[in-house]
């Protein structure tokens, strides 16, 4: 099952959007206009899944935070989303919220469809007769989600994954205490640890492939527990002239080397949808390039098909001639909200003509206007 569909209605930067989605997403547009807020939008449905609406809302300073700046009347905020599976079956799953005089997140709307058949559909007889119901959310209760317990189950499967290298090095020193599925990586190694070791020595070894061709002396990963503290190190193991070689572990590994190991671990790891903010950093440009087609293979390797939602800034990236491009989506803010937008069929027509890439024709539609400006600031 994938997102094929997600409507926003006054959330963050976007007033009105309704986007289809394939597998496959690459979201591009100017600084600022939305990406993270766009992606953002997933983590909520799964944060409501797992922790429940409250919490969700408040992690996100309030109703009035996530708001649109742009919202007129009626000013709920809206999110909608249509999954898809193989088969056909489509699910339809809506969520309107508003804040009452206690600044408290509010139902306005519920809805759950299979297909077109109505599953759930709030405020109902029971709601208006006791409004504290509508505090939360059906998706985030056992009770009362058994119906549509596929979508519910869907959304807690959704990740969110943008490792810090810094945070894999030194978890303790953002946080004394564990912190679990974070995404910026505090959990990270303990995560590989506690996966079965068959897997996870299978992983390893894909990894170990891909990352030899950028890194030649690495010959093996394998992690290790510290009996004495328990914590767990990466180590590396590089070819050298002595015969048993040398070995690092996390703390001597590059930015670079991190970045790219819990990437693609993060595409093994998981199986509902991942969501990627700026993967490119701290690659080399070669690799960035790249990144598509090994994404897409080791999705293809899994005995299930994974969606993946990529947010970017690399023309290097969208260089890569798989991307289709209907699996591009261009943000472009504007006194209304950020608009959102697939390639226009002249664009498209040009890429296929041509033979040109995403990069060439679309990257520009979101550059910043006069960037060269940015250099007149600064004149004396």
């Known amino acids: 099952m994938y997102i094929s569909k997600i409507i ?8 009105d959007v309704k986007v289809p989605l394939r597998w496959r997403a690459f979201l591009i547009g100017p600084n600022a206009s939305g990406k993270s807020n766009f992606l953002d939008a997933f983590r909520f449905l799964r944060s409501v899944a797992t922790e429940g609406l409250s919490r969700a809302v408040e992690s996100r300073g309030g109703i009035s935070a996530i708001r649109c700046l742009a919202a007129r009347r009626p000013s709920d905020v809206i999110i909608e989303v249509e999954l898809s599976d193989k ?18 997140p509010i139902i306005k709307e519920e809805m759950v469809r299979k297909g077109d058949e109505p599953v759930l559909s709030r405020p109902s007889d029971e709601d208006k007769s006791d409004p504290e119901r509508l505090t939360q959310t059906a998706l985030e209760q056992i009770s009362e989600n058994r119906d549509f317990r596929p979508v519910a189950d869907f959304f807690k499967s959704i990740s969110y994954r943008h490792l810090l290298p810094q945070v894999v090095r030194d978890p303790r020193g953002f946080s004394p ?10 959990d990270f190694l303990l995560r590989m640890w506690e996966t079965p070791k068959r897997t996870r020595d299978s992983r390893l070894r894909k990894i170990t492939r891909a990352l030899k061709i950028v890194i030649p002396q690495l010959s093996e990963l394998f992690l290790k527990m510290d ?35 819990g990437l693609l671990w993060a595409v093994f790891e998981g199986m509902g949808p991942l969501l990627l903010e700026e993967p490119e950093i701290s690659l080399h440009s070669e690799v960035v390039r790249r990144l598509p087609t090994i994404f897409h293979r080791i999705t293809r390797s899994r005995k299930q098909l994974r969606q993946i939602l990529v947010s970017t800034h690399s023309e290097e990236m969208l260089r890569d001639e798989g991307i289709a491009p209907e699996e591009v989506i261009l943000l472009q803010p504007g006194p209304n909200g ?9 664009d498209v027509r040009a890429m296929r003509e041509g033979r ?25």
């Open 8 to 15: 926003l209605k006054n959330w963050k930067n976007f007033q």
């Open 227 to 261: 009996e004495t503290t328990g914590v767990v190190h990466l180590i590396g193991r590089y070819e050298h002239w002595r015969p048993r070689g040398a070995k690092q572990d996390e703390s001597q590994f590059s930015d670079g080397t991190l970045r790219l190991l």
């Open 177 to 186: 205490g564990l912190v679990r599925n974070d995404p910026y990586g505090r």
């Open 338 to 346: 950020t608009e959102v937008k697939l390639p226009e069929e002249v």
């Open 87 to 104: 088969e056909g079956l489509k699910w339809t799953y809506a969520l309107a919220l508003n804040q009452d005089n206690q600044r408290r």
């Open 356 to 380: 040109l890439t995403p990069a060439d024709i679309l990257m520009p539609k979101v550059a910043p206007e006069n960037p060269q400006q940015l250099e007149l600031v600064f004149e004396r």
